[in-house]
């Protein structure tokens, strides 16, 4: 067993924005995913809904590393987007 990973079943990750708001950033869902807490990261093989106010993706074999504010999907990824590009972009 390795003290660093919590391998967790029917994952409801919510980020929030750490302001005093506290308002939410995302919202990860996934049947099943591993947590390195030392590293700050959630990784999965099973599939992945992200759901954001701009946008919502899915898809399978995903990482996230939360301290680069980064998500990578690897396999069958969708995105629908909530706004327009433009403003995404910024």
Do not use: C
């Not at 996934?30 to 099973?46: F, K, T, Y």
Request: aromatic share 8%; net charge negative.
């Amino acid at each position: 067993m390795n003290a660093n990973q919590l391998d967790v079943t029917d994952l409801n990750l919510t980020v929030f924005d750490g302001t005093a708001a506290n308002r939410v950033e995302s919202v990860f869902l996934s049947p099943s995913a591993s947590a390195l807490i030392n590293d700050g990261q959630v990784r999965g093989q099973d599939r992945l809904r992200l759901i954001t106010d701009d946008f919502e993706a899915t898809g399978e074999d995903w990482r996230y590393d939360h301290r680069a504010k980064k998500v990578s999907i690897y396999k069958n990824v969708r995105v629908v987007f909530h706004t327009q590009l433009k403003d995404i972009l910024r």
